[in-house]
């Protein structure tokens, strides 16, 4: 799902995955779509600008919901459009959610972390607590799985918690061979 402000790595990481491997194995059977409230053109955070090719209207039905983060997640928090007929609702109707970065504050806001534990980027953790006392936080990890629910902390963990994905949906080899084709194999200069 895009917005405006969402932060490109967030969104876009977990895209080259997941869209790897959609593109590489039909035969799996998934398909992977960009969609905002609004189609159209999506300025990120720092200047880029995609485009949602579908509304939340006319989105194909979805058995994932990827939802990154950024500095947009922050007007979300009190949309009651967004948490209540949109979030609540795909998670109602057994769409896997998935988060990176902020995107797990609005999942803490429509509620659908309580009690279970959580990730976000290491500079929002306060404020995740904050939305839902109830959420155990788990600060050092990458991504965290509590089954109807994945979040990932920052940035380059949306990477980590879509290669789970794959692992999850269509098992270690799979993953093994999306991580090979698109290079993944991190070992920071610094």
């Known amino acids: 799902m895009l917005f405006d402000g969402v932060e490109e790595l967030d969104a ?34 720092k200047g ?9 209207t006319d989105a194909p039905s979805l058995d994932v919901l ?7 997640t922050r007007p979300l928090l009190n949309d009651p459009t967004m948490l209540d007929d949109w979030i609540r609702h795909l ?18 806001a429509a509620g659908i972390l309580n009690g279970r534990p959580a990730t976000t ?17 788990r600060p ?19 990477i980590d918690m879509a290669l789970h994905l794959v692992r999850r949906l269509a098992g270690e080899e799979r993953a093994r061979a999306v991580r090979r084709g ?5 070992a920071p200069p610094v």
Request: net charge negative; with cysteine; charged share 15%.
């Open 12 to 45: 876009v990481g977990p895209w080259e995955v997941l869209a790897y491997w959609a593109g590489n194995w039909p035969e799996d059977g998934w398909q992977v779509v960009r969609f905002a409230r609004t189609a159209g053109d999506i300025q990120c955070a």
């Open 121 to 137: 980027y290491w500079d929002q953790l306060d404020l995740l607590q904050q939305l839902d006392p109830t959420i155990e936080l």
């Open 182 to 186: 698109i290079q993944y194999d991190p």
């Open 91 to 108: 998670r109602d109707e057994g769409t896997l959610m998935t988060s990176v970065c902020t995107g797990s504050l609005v999942f803490a």
């Open 48 to 56: 880029l600008v995609v485009r949602a090719t579908h509304s939340w």
């Open 140 to 158: 050092l990890d990458r991504w965290v799985d509590s089954g109807e629910v994945i979040t990932a902390s920052g940035v380059s963990a949306g």
């Open 66 to 72: 990827v939802l990154p983060g950024g500095q947009g």
